[in-house]
């Protein structure tokens, strides 16, 4: 239906259709658009925001919800339950689209350790994570080369900020039925949910979003939100906006899976995946504090025995990644350089090359270049967590 669309798109209607009197219609057509003129949408304040009745899903005391002069109106149901997924897996609903790629499985985290004795809050840690086995009867199929996928969630601290900014339910559910073909994210989950796990609470906010929030138009993007990295929940607290959900979840970033090269080989750990990461921590120029979003979630992902019950998840998949493997000729010499986090891919490489040592192939020589950001920088002691050949040359350097 094309009215339909156009009012999702954010049209206005100046006119009822004709029928006949053409002429008479077009004649008055410019006094139409200068009794109706165009505002632009998304940008009124709070008070001039529609509103419209949702029992059991506004929390105001009249039961009413702010919704977007811009963006299609979200049907929402009240709340089953208090409770939050850890995961998106297709077990809400099954009529609605997954939010994860194909291929995704829940993978198991075994082990989750600092890998340097002085590491610090900045110090390299290394997780160990295996596939679920109640979740997939599918083997960890990887090589060295390959990297894990891994869908982040939000700190659940930024996550509480946002969702006290709404006047909707955090448990309401955003119902499989009747939403828009617009919109971006999974139906059949709560908001809570969607802005756990499906947008990215930690990205710059567009240009366009800046303008609404801050309600003007002469902002200068690169110096007050780029530069000092000013994300959402910055914006709103500092300027004291409140958003209706609509121009929340249509205007959010996505989040979107973070790549991390394998730090293991499968002839080692066939049915294990190691991995290698620091935790990004810095003070923006206005003196904030940000961490990244999936550092943070890695680290917090803790081990608290070998019961199945008892093992924190991760949702990833394996990207392949056939240009990086070691040479089939196992004679040809190679040369690996290595800097921080770099050093994951080599570390798989250089288990894969031991395991094969040991297997009796015979390998052409190595010689590995590694940077340190300081003499003491350890990172993950990596020439005394492997058995390697005399065929094999290190050098260590600082910079």
């Given at each position: ?93 099954s009529n609605s689209k997954s939010f994860y790629s ?247 490489l250089l288990e894969e090359r031991v395991a094969l ?43």
């Amino acid at each position: 239906n094309l009215d339909k669309r156009l009012e999702e798109l954010g049209a206005a209607r100046v006119s009822d259709c004709i029928e006949d009197d053409f002429d008479n219609w077009s004649a008055n057509f410019m006094d139409l658009l200068i009794d109706n003129p165009v505002e632009e949408k998304g940008n009124a304040n709070e008070g001039d925001s529609p509103r419209i009745k949702c029992p059991g899903v506004a929390i105001t005391a009249d039961e009413t919800r702010m919704i977007s002069n811009k963006y299609p109106t979200l049907n929402l149901i009240p709340r089953e339950t208090d409770a939050v997924r850890h995961h998106l897996f297709k077990d809400y609903d099954s009529n609605s689209k997954s939010f994860y790629s194909e291929g995704t499985l829940k993978f198991d985290v075994i082990s989750n350790k600092l890998a340097e004795i002085n590491g610090g809050e900045s110090g390299m840690n290394e997780m160990e994570v295996m596939v679920n086995k109640y979740s997939s009867n599918k083997m960890c199929n990887y090589e060295a080369g390959d990297q894990l996928v891994i869908y982040p969630v939000n700190s659940q601290c930024i996550v509480e900020a946002l969702l006290d900014n709404l006047d909707v339910d955090r448990h309401a559910i955003i119902s499989v039925d009747g939403q828009p073909e617009a919109y971006p994210f999974p139906s059949g989950i709560t908001v809570h949910e969607t802005l756990s796990h499906c947008a990215d609470l930690g990205a710059l906010v567009s240009p366009n979003f800046a303008r609404m929030i801050l309600q003007r138009k002469d902002i200068d993007y690169k110096a007050e939100i780029a530069h000092p990295r000013r994300t959402l929940i910055d914006l709103l607290l500092q300027h004291q906006r409140k958003l209706s959900l609509e121009d929340l979840l249509f205007q959010i970033a996505p989040m979107k899976p973070r790549y991390y090269s394998i730090a293991s080989s499968s002839f080692k750990h066939p049915t294990k995946i190691r991995l290698l990461y620091r935790k990004i921590k810095y003070v923006t120029s206005l003196g904030l504090l940000r961490e990244g979003v999936c550092t943070s979630y890695l680290s917090y992902k803790g081990h608290l025995g070998n019961q199945d019950a008892r093992k924190a998840h991760l949702a990833a998949y394996i990207n392949r990644n056939p240009e990086f493997r070691l040479p089939k000729e196992g004679h040809v010499p190679i040369l690996m350089i290595a800097v921080g986090c770099g050093v994951s891919p080599i570390r798989a490489l250089l288990e894969e090359r031991v395991a094969l040592i040991e297997s009796g192939r015979r390998l052409g020589s190595a010689r590995l270049f590694l940077g340190f950001r300081t003499p003491d920088d350890e990172i993950f002691q990596l020439h005394g967590s492997l058995d390697y050949s005399d065929s094999e040359q290190y050098l260590w350097y600082a910079d």
